[in-house]
């Protein structure tokens, strides 16, 4: 059983490693939510979808909680894996400043669109839904794709502003690192001294059998 600082170390490990790496970024306000489809097992072409899905995707939603990030696994690896990034049409430049009942429209959109969305699904259950009028899309085929390249041509569609690390969790990682190399230097150790007390331990039964069968030999 792991103790309460090996817990709260992992603990932090698992925040610092949502908080920054690939994949940490703010979305632009036009992006209205994203729906990536994929197949549970590999084959296919599907392996870098699901990396991107474990790796990046927890990042963004980190840093984006109000866009909604949903997920359909399903078990038909000949349909290609498929990202779909809803975005909200930009208004013509001809258009006036928005007034209220146009803020009204776009609220009423937004709770539209909050209430469409199908929760996540490893059955095949929530396939993207079709956009809204006040909505564009944009496709994104996976298959075959390494999970950074596809993280590429995300942020490149999305225009998502890539997050660098503050200081305090720059000294964070750094912190963490010494811990995990310390940790490691511990391990080393202990193994040795268990080789150790296991090569006495052989010696004496070899040394105990050898005086038996002397104390047989002279009776």
Known sequence: MRSLGERLNLLRKRLISIKCGPGAAVLPADVTRIH????????????????????YL???????PAIPMIVN???????????????RNKPSSSTAEPSSSTSSSSSSAEQAIAA??????????????PPTPDERVVH?????????????????????????????EIAEMQALETLRRN????????????????REEDMLKRARAAG???DAEEA
């Not at 927890?58 to 984006?64: A, E, F, G």
């Not at 078990?75 to 975005?87: A, H, V």
């Not at 469409?116 to 839904?129: D, E, W």
């Open 116 to 129: 469409a969305q199908p929760a996540s699904s490893r059955t095949g259950l929530s396939k993207a839904q």
């Open 140 to 168: 994104i085929d996976m298959t075959n794709k390494h999970s950074s390249h596809i993280l590429e041509f995300f942020m490149a569609e999305t225009r998502a502003v890539p997050l660098q690390p503050t200081n305090e």
């Open 58 to 64: 927890p990042r963004l939603k980190y840093h984006n």
């Open 73 to 87: 696994r399903h078990d038909q690896n000949q349909n290609p894996p498929t990202m779909t990034i809803y975005l």
């Open 212 to 214: 038996g069968m002397a």
């Open 36 to 55: 990536m489809d994929f197949a549970i097992h590999l084959k296919g072409g599907h392996m870098g979808a699901r990396k991107f899905w474990k790796e």
């Open 183 to 198: 940790a490691e230097v511990d391990r080393e150790r202990m193994r040795l001294l268990r080789e150790e007390k296991k």
